[in-house]
T-cell receptor
Framework: EDQVTQSPEALRLQEGESSSLNCSYT??????LFWYRQDPGKGPEFLFT???AGEEKEKERLKATLTKKESFLHITAPKPEDSATYLC??????????????FGKGTKLSVKP | ETGVTQSPTHLIKTRGQQVTLRCSSQ?????VSWYQQALGQGPQFIFQ???????GRGNFPPRFSGLQFPNYSSELNVNALELDDSALYLC????????????FGEGSWLTVV
């Protein structure tokens, strides 16, 4: 069964303390690994899409990487405004639906000043 | 701002009632999908519409139904509401094709009492 697991469930950092969030997945065929940011009570905001192992993408303090079994979201020198829930999702090739995203439960990041 | 708008933003319904949620997709996007997000969980795929036809469905009962209109806007209808239907309902739009990004709206908060 296709599934995605995110860890840790929650992460508390001090401002400037770099860290990484993990997303591990098992899927029959990968058509993209997606990262979203979600603020409380809001819809997910798109961050990155990665398609193949070895691919990396960056945006401000965030960098996403992809291997054959995992993706990491690295946060460098985070600021309090980076506090949010970060969701990982993949769109598999197989299954009853075309194009649906399968999400993990997310990692809730809190950055203290 | 993703250009995906949803209404209403919040609503309260009684168990057994019916509800209709609405979504206007981002300009030019011909694929609309709906997700249910319970508190503390990742979004769960309900179904997807492409050119007014449902072309994918998640593990949700038939009392969850939808429509897509010629202008690509969409509705989600839920009949015989149950307490467990209380959740954030997210609409997402994209261009057709497996490699395209899915953009989410801010969601409709449904509380069933």
């Amino acid at each position: 069964e296709d599934q995605v697991t995110q860890s840790p469930e929650a992460l508390r950092l001090q401002e400037g303390e770099s860290s990484s969030l993990n997303c591990s997945y098992t899927v029959s065929g990968l058509r993209g690994l997606f990262w979203y940011r979600q603020d409380p009570g809001k819809g997910p905001e798109f961050l990155f899409t990665l398609y193949s192992a070895g691919e990396e993408k960056e945006k401000e303090r965030l960098k996403a990487t992809l291997t054959k079994k995992e993706s990491f979201l690295h946060i460098t020198a985070p600021k309090p405004e980076d506090s949010a829930t970060y969701l990982c999702a993949f769109r598999g090739i197989y299954g009853g639906s075309q194009g649906n995203l399968i999400f993990g439960k997310g990692t809730k990041l809190s950055v203290k000043p | 701002e993703t250009g995906v708008t949803q209404s209403p933003t919040h609503l309260i319904k009684t168990r057994g009632q019916q509800v209709t949620l609405r979504c206007s997709s981002q300009s030019g996007h011909n694929t609309v999908s709906w997700y249910q997000q319970a508190l503390g969980q990742g979004p769960q795929f309900i179904f997807q519409y492409y050119r007014e036809e449902e072309n994918g469905r998640g593990n949700f009962p038939p009392r969850f139904s939808g429509l897509q209109f010629p202008n690509y806007s969409s509705e989600l209808n839920v009949n015989a509401l149950e307490l467990d239907d209380s959740a954030l309902y997210l609409c997402a739009s994209s261009l057709d094709g497996p490699g395209n990004t899915i953009y989410f709206g801010e969601g409709s908060w449904l509380t069933v009492v």
